[in-house]
């Protein structure tokens, strides 16, 4: 059953406006909540078992580049971007067109693609096991495109299997490049912040924090894991303040919930770490698409992307 309530209005304080991925320990942390996620020490798991524990496998992949590849270096990263990013909300420096994957990319994409295809699980899956290794055998030339389209949000050409891979792939990168490079934030009133700061792609899901100063909610992005500081109880799709509901399938005080907007018919989900510490908004977002699909009933589109569950255009 689906259930509908309000809420009330947080207040920013003295938070930070962006908060930058933990790589220590991002990857690490949300294969372990895919898998719990499973409810492996219950006599019902998740319907979507398989698939949380395949992706998983992707998430702990992208851990493994992550140890193993050297760091982005400052030849690499000086060719895509001045000395400082400046974080305005009015453009993404991340996604500056002089921004080229080049070779980095390519290496990391590769050595994530090997670690797959040496994974006994993707073996174990023989349609995923052949993707895995053709994708392997493509052109720089035809990566580069591919990639272009796919943060152009162009996935036209590619079936959302693949995209799975390129997305994860780039998404490691992109949070790899944020952290390597010193911000300067300025922040402006009125300016929507509907769109992450740094790369300008869409939001996974929000996020109620449970750290000091607790109940500060957090935009997740869905490429660079970068977190950004929004107001609670307004619509981040079109920032309305009025006809805002939050929406949850059994308990009042479920750790994850949908936000919807009256004005324009759209939802993002929210989790809160407050009711539960341990949430992550890629891996809960993903496990709850039960809620996704009674959104859609009442009429609402969902305007967040999971990078870990991509549609076919």
């Given at each position: 059953m689906i259930r509908k309530s309000s809420e009330l209005s947080g207040s920013f304080t003295e938070a930070s406006p962006l908060k930058l991925p933990d790589l220590k320990n991002l990857y690490t942390q949300r294969s372990r909540r895919l898998m719990m996620l499973t409810n492996p020490d219950t006599n019902l798991p998740h319907p979507l078992k398989d698939y949380l524990l395949f992706v998983a496998e992707v998430v702990k992949a992208q851990a493994h580049v992550l140890q193993t590849l050297p760091p982005i270096?400052?030849?690499?990263?000086?060719?895509?971007?001045?000395?400082?990013?400046?974080?305005?909300?009015?453009n993404y420096p991340l996604r500056d067109p002089a921004v080229k994957c080049g070779d980095y990319w390519q290496n990391l994409f590769n050595a994530f693609l090997d670690h797959l295809n040496d994974n006994p699980v993707i073996q174990s899956q023989p349609v995923v096991h052949t993707l895995t290794r053709k994708l392997r055998q493509i052109s720089k030339n035809q990566?580069?495109?591919?990639?272009?389209?796919?943060?152009?949000?162009?996935?036209?050409?590619?079936?959302?299997?693949?995209?799975?891979?390129?997305?994860?792939?780039?998404?490691?990168?992109?949070?790899?490049?944020?952290?390597?490079?010193?911000?300067?934030?300025?922040?402006?009133?009125?300016?929507?912040?509907?769109?992450?700061?740094?790369?300008g792609s869409d939001p996974v899901a929000s996020?109620?924090?449970g750290a000091p100063p607790e109940g500060v909610r957090y935009l997740h992005c869905g490429l660079c894991d970068n977190e950004w500081r929004v107001t609670r109880a307004q619509c981040t799709n079109c920032?309305?303040?009025?006809k805002i509901h939050y929406w949850f399938l059994d308990d009042h005080h479920?750790?994850?919930?949908?936000?919807?907007?009256?004005?324009?018919?759209?939802?993002?989900?929210?989790?809160?770490?407050?009711?539960?510490?341990?949430v992550d908004p890629v891996a809960d977002d993903l496990a709850s698409i039960a809620l996704d699909y009674q959104m859609e009933i009442q009429g609402f589109a969902r305007s967040a992307l999971n990078p870990l569950l991509f549609s076919t255009p």
């Open positions: 270096d400052e030849a690499h990263r000086e060719m895509a971007f001045p000395a400082t990013l400046t974080v305005n909300w009015r990566h580069e495109v591919t990639v272009t389209r796919l943060l152009a949000r162009d996935r036209s050409a590619l079936g959302a299997d693949a995209a799975l891979f390129y997305w994860s792939a780039l998404s490691l990168y992109f949070a790899m490049l944020s952290r390597s490079v010193p911000l300067e934030i300025m922040e402006e009133p009125g300016v929507p912040r509907q769109f992450c700061p740094l790369c996020v109620v924090s920032e309305s303040s009025g479920a750790y994850v919930k949908a936000e919807s907007c009256d004005d324009c018919k759209s939802y993002l989900k929210v989790v809160y770490q407050t009711l539960d510490p341990l």
